[in-house]
């Protein structure tokens, strides 16, 4: 993972609502990540944004943590 960086990740829940996570993980993991903590059922794509974990929204997240930024 790049230490500077936190993906972003769009997951779609299966009532068709679209939720924004965030995923301090490398790019390979970030979906599997996400979707392992969404809900069961629900589609993911990795968008090409990234974060920087200065931003308020993510400056306490932890190597390897995943959190929904928007329902």
């Known amino acids: 993972m790049d230490a500077d960086s936190i993906r972003l990740v ?13 995923a301090a993980t490398s790019r390979e993991d970030a979906v599997d990540r996400v979707l392992s903590a969404a809900a069961k059922g629900s589609n993911a794509g990795l968008m090409d944004s990234l974060l920087k974990p200065r931003q ?16």
């Open 10 to 22: 769009r997951v779609t829940t299966p009532d068709q609502s679209d939720q924004l996570w965030a």
């Open 56 to 71: 308020e929204a993510v400056r306490t997240m932890a190597i390897g943590e995943v959190r929904m930024l928007s329902k």
